[in-house]
């Protein structure tokens, strides 16, 4: 009789094409996606040794971190241009299709995957961002790797594992007040968790609060798993992500009967009855607020009708010196001079629309600069077509093309030193968002709202 296996076991287990004497594996890789920052020398290395790209047809590459978001044209002569030069000569080299800058299937790694079809159900997918974590809200197990592990890939199709991870079941329960929404979930997670709570594990998030949740909200859940030091993130698949799939939009998507087999395989993946975690953890989210990061990880969280925290360690007492702040300050007594709506985490469409709710009819509190970053050209030219892009720009928020931007600060979208921003990306480190830079994570909605009134806000004031 065959045991139970979760989602993750099953996925896992179906692509080891080998085991390794030390107790890793080799695993096969179903899509590698790929961008300018962790490429260059895994084509170089490709190049040395006289090799092709394995499968240059399970190969997706776009440019997202650094490409110049205000549509201005790429300059060579900087580190963040060369890299986009680069990347463009080995695709064309190498035979891999390119999602170049502002075309119209251009955008963040993480955004295009699953709204080209290239994401699906049961796959591996890997890509040198540690957010790749964010495609396992399909069912897939998707994860960061190193450059060295590029060029492995690119090369061979597989990739050498270390032992199996362990596996972490969360079940999330309750439901959701206005204004709460799935990047509240995470943090809350990761809040009580901790910054290396997962270390070790695969997660897999289930319950009837994640059943509830669109695709989108699934991506933020699945995407800031790494921020707790997990491996991967992983949602079953059920008929949200099928309708998903199925949209008609979707060019790598399959079709007709080669969708139905796609089904068919889908709705074996749900964990077992009776399958085991090797630990599990449990979040009810009834009544819970927006969270808000206040220290430099995502585990240092709080309400945002809360005050910053007493500190408990040394690394806490650190945060609070570089953040500025002081134990007992209340979150909506902090005034922001930035407001950035974009990220791999939360630049979907579904998030521009959750954020113009707030603000349409409003205007952006003055002294504070507020800008809206698309995730791919599609998403904000349908943003144009739905107008939300009039939404944002009437109330005086930066319309932006699509790139990483200010999430991590490489293509000139920064912060100025102490500046402090109200941010809807996944990570809050010293100089993430430019030198001294400090950052405070939220929601869409919540940043919406901070925007307009210039300090930390509730947004269900708003609604």
Known sequence: MNMPKTLFDKVWDSHVVAEMPDGG?????DRHLVHEVTSPQAFDGLREKGRPVRRPDLTFA??????????R????STL??????????????????????????????????????ITLPGLTIVCGDSHTSTHGAFGALAFGIGTTEVEHVLATQTLPAPRKPKSLGIEVV?????????????????????????????????????????????????????????????????????????????????????????????RSLSSDPGASYDRTERLDVEGMPPQVTWGTTPAMTTDITGAVPEPRDAAEERALSYMGLKPGQSMADLAVNTVFIGSC??????????????????????GVRAMVVPGSEAVKQLAEREGLADVFRDAGFEWHHAGCSMCLGMNGD??????????????????????????????PITAAATALKGRFADPRELL
């Open 62 to 71: 776009t440019v997202d971190h650094n490409v110049p978001t205000d549509g």
């Open 174 to 266: 309750g439901s959701l007040g206005p204004g709460v929404t799935a990047k509240d979930i995470i943090l809350a997670i990761i809040r009580k968790l901790g910054a290396s709570g997962g270390t070790g594990y695969v997660a897999e998030y289930f319950g009837p609060t994640i059943r509830a949740l669109g695709m989108s909200n699934r991506m933020t859940i699945c995407n800031m798993s790494i921020e707790m030091g997990a491996r991967a993130g992983m949602i079953a698949p059920d008929e949200t992500t099928f309708e998903f799939i199925g949209a008609e939009d979707r060019p790598f998507a399959p079709k007709d009967f080669a969708f139905k087999q796609m089904v068919e395989h889908a």
């Open 414 to 443: 920064i912060l100025r030193p102490q500046q402090r921003s109200a941010s809807t990306s996944n990570r809050p480190y010293e100089g993430r968002q430019g030198p001294g830079s400090r950052t405070h994570l939220v929601s």
């Open 25 to 29: 594996v080799l695993l096969y890789i």
């Open 73 to 76: 044209a790429i300059d060579e």
């Open 345 to 366: 985490t939360n630049s979907r469409i579904e998030d521009l629309r959750e954020a113009a709710q707030v603000v349409r009819g409003r205007r952006v509190a003055p």
């Open 80 to 117: 963040s241009g060369q890299q986009l030069a680069a990347l463009n000569r080995n695709c064309q080299e190498f035979g891999v299709p390119l999602f170049g800058y502002l075309g119209d299937k251009q955008g963040i790694v993480h955004v295009i995957g699953p709204q080209l079809g």
